[in-house]
């Protein structure tokens, strides 16, 4: 007689909890040799334990293939978690180093481009429509993860939830360490008095400023992690649901050019934000493949890359 566990009991190790774990632990390891004073580190030290503990407790008793809200719980909590993670990367961005690296960052672009691209956007090219285009573009970056995940729960599209959700994991991971490997605090801290004119807007603006004033970490600059998860999500919808995807490739676009038109990030942040989103996307397209049939359902999941735990 076959004794296999039934659904509700089906727990297991998804790829996003590996990659969240990994990052939590690699986190507390690096803190532990070389951050000092340890006394410095304390929150981040109990925050990543924690964040930790608490996946690996939801691996443990919330099932894959549970109810609609297990599934719900089990396949979108790291989306809860995301805001989390960019706050503490303010307490290890001197992990490493002691200072900024921005004259650095900016001596290469201008090297490269003649003029520093913030300051030539300042004297030359801000208008009211093009900064409000550009910050609904910037603006809609905090609306792509929960209107992608939820669109795809929805959808009960869960191997491809669970792939995408990897990707943007990984994309974030590997952007905040970057964080404090080279620390650069961004163009509007650093050219706060070379700047001539505001970027006036109506609506978006005074939006993003909003959260920017309320949420941003000084530092965490290089990547965007911003538009490295916002190619991210629309290359999954490119190749997943095509017709989203046009609707949202001027959205994306719009995005890149607004962190460094909106004085977020320097060019070169995106460039590298690019990079990674794309090499994260094609990284887990090989590791964690989506069949070709997209749509599945509790009753229909077969797919690798799970671990029992039960």
Excluded at 7 to 35: E, H, N, T
Excluded at 123 to 143: A, D, G, M, T
Excluded at 231 to 242: A, G, K, S, T
Excluded at 259 to 266: A, C, S
Aim: charged residues 15%; proline residues 5%; aromatic residues 18%.
């Amino acid at each position: 007689m076959n004794h296999s566990p039934s659904r509700s009991q089906v727990f297991a190790i998804l790829p996003f909890d590996k990659v969240i774990i990994s990052y939590c632990l690699a986190m507390v390891a690096l803190i532990l040799v070389i951050g000092r004073p340890f006394a410095n580190y304390r929150d981040e030290l109990l925050f990543y334990s924690s964040v930790a503990a608490l996946v690996a407790a939801i691996a443990r008793y919330v099932p894959v293939e549970g109810t609609r809200l297990t599934d719900l719980i089990r396949l979108l909590y790291p989306g809860l978690l995301f805001t989390f993670f960019y706050r503490e990367t303010g307490g290890t961005m001197f992990l490493l180093f002691d200072s900024f690296y921005d004259w650095q960052l900016t001596g290469f672009e201008k090297s490269v481009l003649g003029v520093y691209p913030t300051i030539y956007i300042d004297r030359h090219l801000l208008s009211v429509w093009l900064n409000e285009i550009f910050s609904l573009c910037y603006f809609s970056y905090y609306l792509m993860i929960p209107v992608f995940l939820l669109g795809a729960f929805i959808k009960k599209d869960y191997q491809l939830l669970r792939s995408s959700l990897t990707a943007i994991c990984l994309t974030f991971f590997i952007s905040y360490f970057l964080f404090f490997v080279y620390p650069i605090e961004g163009p509007r801290w650093y050219f706060a008095s070379a700047y001539m004119n505001d970027i006036d807007g109506p609506v978006f603006r005074p939006l993003t400023e909003l959260i920017i004033t309320m949420g941003a970490v000084r530092g965490g600059c290089m990547p965007s992690s911003h538009f490295a998860v916002g190619l991210v999500i629309f290359l999954y919808c490119f190749r997943y649901y095509r017709k989203a995807s046009w609707l949202l490739l001027p959205l994306v676009i719009g995005l890149g050019i607004g962190t460094f038109w909106g004085r977020y990030h320097y060019v070169s942040d995106v460039i590298v934000g690019g990079v990674i989103g794309l090499a994260s996307t094609l990284f887990i397209w090989n590791y964690y493949p989506v069949s070709a049939t997209k749509r599945y359902n509790s009753e229909s999941i077969k797919e690798p890359l799970t671990e029992n735990v039960s």
